[in-house]
C-alpha cells in the first residue's frame, strides 16, 4: 500500500444532512422521497410524489442532521485517522430551484466551513457534486434530466464550486452511481413517467444529458485547476454467470456491459458499438447537438470511483430471477451467504470487479462506497460490538489488497459507505446501519441523535493506522 492511500469514509448530503428547509436550501428529490410501502415506486418514478398521503414521513428531510453536527462528526472521523472524506453538495441548498442567477451564500458557507474543518485535520475532501441530488424546482418545470436545459443548470452550479473551493478540494466525481438512473430513475435521476411513454427512451436521453454534462464538467474544472481530479462513478459489481453454459456467460457479459456503459462513455469518450446496435434494436435515437460526441471525446475523466457491495449473477434457464433481494436483477448465488438485507457477500467478488474496471479502463480506480447495512443493538453497557462489520470490511479490505498488491489494480483511496449511520436510500430505513459510529435515531425519526463510537471505529482506527497491515 503507498503512504498517501486514502483511507476515509463516505456519507451524501441527501441521507445525511437534513434541514431540509434551513438557511434557504430550496427542495430537492430527497425531501418528497417517502418512508413505507409506496417508496419503491416512488424512487422508480412510477408514483408521482404530489399523490403522497399527508401524514407521510419522510426520512430524508431530517436524516442524522449531520448539517448541525458537523464539527462533531468531523472529530471523529479525525479521531478514527481519516486521510479523507467522501461526502456529497446539496445543490438545492447552493442553488435553492437551480433556476437562479446568483447561489445561495449560505449555502456555500456551510460547505465552506466543512471543508476547512476538514483540511484543518488534514482531511482531504472529496466532493460528490450529484448524489441522488436535483433541486425540484428543475424536476417540475423541466421533467429533470429528459430535459436539455438541466445541463446548463448543472454547470452553473459547478461554475460556481469549483471556483469557490478552487484551492481546497481537488478530487470531485460528478455523478453518484450514475447508472441507477437505470435502476430507481426517480431518486436516480428525478425522472418520473406518464403511462405509455417509453421509458427506456427516456432512461438513454437524460442519460445522454448527464453524460454531456459530466464531460462538459469536467472541462470546466480542468479550466479552473488543471490540478482538479475529476472522477465517474459507477454502481459496480461484475456479473457472473450461474453455470458455464455459454447463454450464462453471453448474458452476463450483456448486463455488465448495461453498467459498463456509461463508464466506457465518461472513460473512453464515445458510445460504444455494442450501446449503438442495442439503441437501434429498440428503435431508440438518442437527439444529440452537433457538438456532443467531440465533447465527450475530449473530456474523459481522471479516475473511476465506485460502489462495491456485492457481485450480481445470472441465469439464462430460470425465470425467478433476482432473488437476492438487491436493486439490481440477479440469480441468488449458491455459493455465498447473504446480509440481513438478502444482499451476497462476497469479498472476492470485490477483487474481480477491480480487476474487471481496471483491465477495461486503465485509470486510476477510487472505492468510494463498501460496507454491510446491519441493524446494530446496544449491549447492557451501551456498547455496540458489531463484529459482523469487521468481519465484512476486514474481507472486503484483505480482497482490495489483494487486487492492488497481487494484481496490480491502481487504487486511490477505500472510502467505507455512510461511515457515520445514515438514511438507507433503498429502503428509508435507519436501522439499516453502515457507520463505525452510531447515532441515535429509529425508522420513524425518533431519537436524541447522539453519536456513539462502535467497536467498528476503533477497529478501522488500527486498520489506518498500519495503513491496511493489521486487520485483525
Ligand atoms: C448506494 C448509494 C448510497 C447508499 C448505498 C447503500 O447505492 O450510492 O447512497 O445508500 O448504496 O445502499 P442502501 O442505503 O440502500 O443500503
Sequence with gaps: MNNDFLWGGATAANQCEG????????????????????????????????????????PGREATDAYGHMKEDIALFAEMGFKCYRFSFSWSRIFPTGLEDKPNEAGLRFYEELIDELIRYNIEPVVTICHFDIPLALVEKYGSWRNRKVIDCYLKYCEVIFNRFKNKVRYWITFNEINMLMHLPFMGAGLQFKEGENVLAIQYQAAHHELVASALATKLAHEINPEFKIGCMLAAGSVYPYSCRP??????????????????????????????KFLEREGITIEMDPLDEKILKENTVDFISLSYYNSRCVRTDDDQENASG????????????????????????????????????????FVVENGLGAVDTLDESGEIQDDYRIDYLRSHIQAME?????????????????????????TGEMSKRYGMIYVDRDDQGHGTLERRKKKSFYWYQKVIQTNGKNLD
Design 19 to 58: 434541514a431540509w428547509n434551513t438557511n434557504g436550501r430550496g427542495m430537492g428529490i430527497v425531501d418528497v422521497i417517502p418512508h413505507g410501502p409506496l417508496r419503491l415506486d416512488v424512487m422508480k418514478g412510477l408514483y408521482d410524489y404530489h399523490d403522497l398521503p399527508q401524514d407521510t414521513y419522510y
Design 326 to 365: 438487491n436493486l439490481f436483477a440477479s440469480a441468488k448465488n449458491p455459493y455465498l451467504q447473504s446480509s440481513q438485507w438478502g444482499w451476497p457477500i462476497d469479498p472476492m467478488g470485490f477483487r474481480i470487479t477491480l480487476n474487471d474496471l481496471y483491465d477495461r479502463y486503465q485509470k486510476p480506480l
Design 247 to 276: 447463454e450464462d456467460v453471453w448474458q452476463s457479459r450483456v448486463r455488465d456491459r448495461e453498467s459498463y456503459f456509461f463508464i466506457d462513455i465518461q472513460a473512453r469518450g464515445t458510445y460504444p458499438s455494442y450501446a449503438k
Design 402 to 426: 489483494d487486487a492492488i498488491d497481487q494484481d496490480g489494480v491502481k487504487v486511490l483511496g477505500y472510502t467505507p459507505w455512510g461511515c457515520v449511520d445514515l438514511v438507507s436510500a433503498s
